[in-house]
């Protein structure tokens, strides 16, 4: 047995900021990985697309001034040689990433964690023999999710795709049916009709992008109609199964939808089977997520930080979490978790951006619900990039500002300041403080935070 104050249960954003954090104050720290040090962001998801989608950004400024008649030409763009750099980067960031933490101090454990009791954990080989078996004070589970799939509609890893098989496929499809039009499935879309695939996205809740509010997502689904993007929503997949080598996706008002490619892009499921949770004290709800208190803890030995508790599903909010835990276990840390207003941006030619709660959420919690807007169209950068289409909107909440969104093109830039705008709490009466460069985007925050008010739709 191995002896440690802390054992943490996968190497993604969340663990290794929680390792890192420990073993730089001074804890001997046990990082047990199955997978890819970085997890799923770093490897197969957050990070891979991001280049995908950066590779085809030319496109959509060269279209954008097009339509203005001030520049044409055309953008190739080579799939191999991209998916070759995407390669290249993200195993050579993993192996960094690993040696930093080694020279932090951290030992690092390939193998599967599973946890023994609520000290101990047993690392596990590809054979499922035990390969190690540690104890510590503490125990982080940081096990980060999988891509989730209902009955009928579960990938077959043939022309039914979870997005790591569409991440890595070798050659763009002529056409592609995406069933979920969250993030994932939303910058899909956008990379592979960018590449010249004809995009249907099917969507079974009543708009796209379902967490954002409705005026975002009316907005949103106008555009990409325009981009000649099939929007289908509020439509329920009954089967999606491979018929001669092409997806049939079945909707339940009897419509048949046929493409060279299917992805299943309908949410994440936490990776807690196997993980034996209960021998160390703690308890899963209904979904497969780990229960955990104001504290993050799971059990009076175990927390569970990121995707695999269900809270926010985002890298960087495993990553503060993670860090979190760690000052808790230096005890440098005291009271609740408190995340305060979460950033988050579904990325692409067009980008959705918010900062905090949308105006639905705030009217869930009573009355004196208000926002503001500002088109992108009185925005110098905006109509400088060739699409100045998309507004910047701020929620109040009984003359308080709790959320900021936006959509167009290049809006996650705007993200940060929104974020140190609610933190700092600069309503119209302060805004003076706070001073915006000129000419940027970002000065269509001010001009949202000072339009007229209107009551919450």
């Not at 104890?135 to 589970?141: E, H, K, Q, V």
């Not at 869930?364 to 400088?384: F, H, K, P």
């Given at each position: 047995?191995?002896?440690?104050?802390?054992?943490?249960?996968?190497?993604?954003?969340?663990?290794?900021?929680?390792?890192?954090?420990?073993?730089?104050?001074?804890?001997?720290?046990?990082?047990?990985?199955?997978?890819?040090?970085?997890?799923?962001?770093?490897?197969?998801?957050?990070?891979?697309?991001?280049?995908?989608?950066?590779?085809?950004?030319?496109?959509?400024?060269?279209?954008?001034?097009?339509?203005?008649?001030?520049?044409?030409?055309?953008?190739?763009?080579?799939?191999?040689?991209?998916?070759?750099?995407?390669?290249?980067?993200?195993?050579?960031?993993?192996?960094?990433?690993?040696?930093?933490?080694?020279?932090?101090?951290?030992?690092?454990?390939?193998?599967?964690?599973?946890?023994?009791?609520?000290?101990?954990?047993?690392?596990?080989?590809?054979?499922?023999?035990?390969?190690?078996?540690?104890?510590?004070?503490?125990?982080?589970?940081?096990?980060?999710?999988?891509?989730?799939?209902?009955?009928?509609?579960?990938?077959?890893?043939?022309?039914?795709?979870?997005?790591?098989?569409?991440?890595?496929?070798?050659?763009?499809?002529?056409?592609?049916?995406?069933?979920?039009?969250?993030?994932?499935?939303?910058?899909?879309?956008?990379?592979?009709?960018?590449?010249?695939?004809?995009?249907?996205?099917?969507?079974?809740?009543?708009?796209?992008?379902?967490?954002?509010?409705?005026?975002?997502?009316?907005?949103?689904?106008?555009?990409?109609?325009?981009?000649?993007?099939?929007?289908?929503?509020?439509?329920?997949?009954?089967?999606?199964?491979?018929?001669?080598?092409?997806?049939?996706?079945?909707?339940?008002?009897?419509?048949?939808?046929?493409?060279?490619?299917?992805?299943?892009?309908?949410?994440?499921?936490?990776?807690?089977?196997?993980?034996?949770?209960?021998?160390?004290?703690?308890?899963?709800?209904?979904?497969?997520?780990?229960?955990?208190?104001?504290?993050?803890?799971?059990?009076?030995?175990?927390?569970?930080?990121?995707?695999?508790?269900?809270?926010?599903?985002?890298?960087?909010?495993?990553?503060?979490?993670?860090?979190?835990?760690?000052?808790?276990?230096?005890?440098?840390?005291?009271?609740?978790?408190?995340?305060?207003?979460?950033?988050?941006?579904?990325?692409?030619?067009?980008?959705?951006?918010?900062?905090?709660?949308?105006?639905?959420?705030?009217?869930?919690?009573?009355?004196?619900?208000?926002?503001?807007?500002?088109?992108?169209?009185?925005?110098?950068?905006?109509?400088?990039?060739?699409?100045?289409?998309?507004?910047?909107?701020?929620?109040?909440?009984?003359?308080?500002?709790?959320?900021?969104?936006?959509?167009?093109h290049g809006v996650s830039h705007l993200v940060t300041a929104a974020q140190l705008l609610l933190l700092g709490h600069y309503s119209d009466e302060k805004l003076h403080q706070f001073m915006f460069a000129h000419p940027t985007l970002d000065e269509a925050l001010a001009v949202a935070i000072q339009a007229p008010r209107e009551p919450a739709a």
């Open positions: 047995m191995e002896r440690f104050d802390a054992i943490i249960i996968g190497g993604g954003p969340g663990g290794a900021k929680a390792a890192r954090t420990l073993a730089v104050g001074g804890k001997s720290v046990a990082l047990v990985e199955n997978a890819h040090w970085g997890g799923v962001c770093l490897n197969c998801g957050c990070i891979p697309t991001k280049m995908l989608l950066g590779a085809t950004a030319p496109k959509a400024l060269l279209r954008g001034l097009e339509r203005q008649r001030v520049a044409k030409g055309v953008v190739g763009v080579e799939y191999e040689a991209l998916q070759k750099r995407i390669q290249r980067y993200t195993r050579a960031a993993s192996q960094t990433l690993a040696k930093g933490l080694e020279d932090a101090g951290v030992t690092l454990f390939n193998g599967r964690g599973v946890c023994a009791d609520p000290h101990s954990v047993r690392v596990l080989g590809p054979d499922g023999s035990e390969t190690a078996f540690l104890s510590a004070t503490a125990i982080i589970l940081a096990c980060g999710s999988r891509s989730a799939s209902f009955p009928g509609l579960a990938p077959d890893h043939d022309a039914i795709l979870d997005s790591t098989d569409l991440l890595a496929i070798p050659a763009v499809p002529e056409s592609l049916i995406i069933v979920g039009a969250g993030a994932i499935g939303l910058e899909m879309a956008d990379f592979f009709s960018a590449m010249g695939c004809t995009v249907t996205l099917v969507e079974a809740a009543p708009q796209l992008a379902p967490t954002e509010d409705a005026d975002i997502a009316r907005e949103l689904q106008k555009l990409l109609g325009k981009a000649g993007r099939v929007c289908l929503t509020g439509v329920k997949a009954s089967s999606l199964l491979t018929r001669e080598g092409k997806a049939v996706l079945r909707l339940e008002d009897g419509r048949e939808l046929t493409a060279d490619k299917a992805l299943v892009a309908v949410g994440r499921a936490p990776n807690t089977s196997g993980l034996d949770v209960d021998k160390a004290g703690c308890a899963l709800d209904k979904r497969g997520f780990v229960t955990v208190d104001e504290r993050l803890r799971a059990s009076p030995t175990v927390y569970a930080i990121g995707d695999v508790n269900g809270k926010t599903l985002l890298a960087h909010a495993a990553e503060h979490q993670g860090a979190y835990v760690a000052r808790q276990i230096l005890g440098a840390a005291e009271g609740a978790y408190e995340p305060g207003p979460v950033p988050s941006c579904i990325y692409g030619a067009l980008e959705v951006m918010r900062v905090g709660k949308t105006a639905k959420e705030a009217q869930a919690e009573g009355d004196g619900v208000a926002v503001s807007r500002a088109l992108l169209t009185g925005n110098a950068i905006a109509q400088a990039g060739g699409d100045a289409s998309g507004f910047v909107k701020v929620v109040w909440q009984k003359n308080r500002m709790v959320g900021i969104a936006a959509l167009g």
